[in-house]
């Protein structure tokens, strides 16, 4: 009887492992080259890679939606998701984000034209009656998002902004991270040039405010395994396999 129950004990054992199951967090992100790619639906990139190795160090399993830059915010906001990368910090986002106490990345938001065209912005109000390609959602900075004078035209994503550039629909583009839309430019087999830099400013990790004080703390802790993350070059080696 003895080894019988033994032998059950073990059995029972050799099972746990796969019935304890790590908490998931479910995240909502958008595209952005080479930082988030989404094809053939397998997602890949430097955020991806970098948002699963903290999970990983704290215990957590990452759900990793792919969406709409507007919808993943509208996710966030409404506790549909727990987190969203990478936003940047603004009033109304302060509303239902907490935000990772390290940044994940620092953005370098310009103006954009394709190489030869000649033309050079050197301040804001020199985009007036200009045509510039945004993406719905997206922030570029206060001065930029406040201004009028220009025509915008409200894109999806970074890749509908650069295949419109590229077809010279309209000849602007506003990226909110430089390196992304260079290398979708590359990708799509055209040159792009910075005409104008709009500002640099971090993005973050955001946690759902819809959690309370589990959001918090989450925003807490993966900001603390960030900061290790660059101090132990991390960062650094993953950006070295995709630029």
């Known amino acids: 009887m003895k080894k019988l129950i033994a032998a059950f004990v073990l059995f029972i054992l050799s099972f746990l492992p796969a019935m304890v199951q790590a908490e998931k967090i479910v995240f909502a992100t958008a595209t952005q080259s080479p930082y988030i790619i989404s094809e053939n639906g397998q997602v890949t990139g430097i955020d991806i890679d970098v948002v699963c190795e903290i999970c990983k160090r704290l215990g957590f399993e990452p759900e990793i939606q792919v969406l709409p830059w507007a919808r993943a915010l509208s996710y966030a906001e409404n506790g549909t998701c727990d987190a969203i990368f990478t936003p940047r910090r603004n009033e109304e986002r302060e509303k239902f984000l907490y935000y990772s106490s390290e940044p994940l990345r620092i953005e370098r938001t310009v103006i954009l034209a394709l190489k030869g065209t000649g033309l050079k912005i050197n301040k804001l109000k020199e985009l007036k009656d200009k045509t510039v390609g945004v993406v ?108």
């Open 136 to 243: 719905r959602g997206y922030t570029y900075g206060k001065e930029f998002d406040n201004y009028n004078d220009v025509k915008k035209v409200v894109c999806d994503d970074d890749e509908q902004e650069v295949t419109i550039l590229a077809k010279e629909r309209i000849p602007l583009i506003a990226g909110a991270e430089e390196g992304s839309i260079r290398y979708l430019c590359k990708k799509a087999g055209v040159e792009s040039e910075s005409v104008y830099v709009l500002g640099e400013e971090p993005a973050y990790i955001g946690f759902s405010k819809k959690l309370g004080e589990k959001g918090k703390t989450l925003a807490d802790k993966f900001g603390e395994v960030l900061r290790k993350l660059k101090e132990e070059g991390f960062m650094k080696n993953l950006e070295s396999r995709y630029f």
